[in-house]
């Protein structure tokens, strides 16, 4: 069974930084493409949002939103990814889930997410 389990989510004052993890188990990470997408409080239509991803040859794509302040990275020896957040602003307060893809295998896997809430 193929589990994906976020942690890092607190509360922060803008200007701080935090750091996501993703803990995968029953899939090996390194294998796929990675992201990181958030779903703010509010949000019309309540649809998650890309953040980040990785692929597996370590590829990386940003949404225009965190470009330069945030950075994914996979710890392929831990079945990890990480989501590093730097500069923090209101705006970023949201659900940060972990995403798992891949069309050709048929991988589409979410974790439950984690809440990160940056005061002003």
């Known amino acids: 069974q193929v589990q994906l389990a976020e942690s890092g989510g607190d509360l922060v004052q803008s200007g701080g930084s935090l750091e996501l993890s993703c803990t995968a188990s029953?899939?090996?990470?390194?294998?796929?493409?990675v992201g990181w997408y958030r779903r703010a409080p509010g949000n019309p239509g309540n649809q998650r949002e890309l953040v980040a991803t990785i692929t597996s040859g370590g590829v990386t794509n940003y949404a225009d939103a965190v470009k330069g302040r945030f950075t994914i990275a996979r710890e392929n020896a831990e079945n990890m990814a990480r989501l590093e957040m730097n500069h923090l602003k209101p705006e970023d307060t949201a659900v940060y889930y972990c995403?798992?893809?891949?069309?050709?295998?048929?991988?589409?896997?979410w974790g439950k997410g984690t809440l990160v809430t940056v005061s002003s």
């Open positions: 029953g899939i090996r990470l390194g294998a796929y493409l």
């Open positions: 995403h798992v893809f891949s069309v050709v295998y048929g991988i589409n896997y």
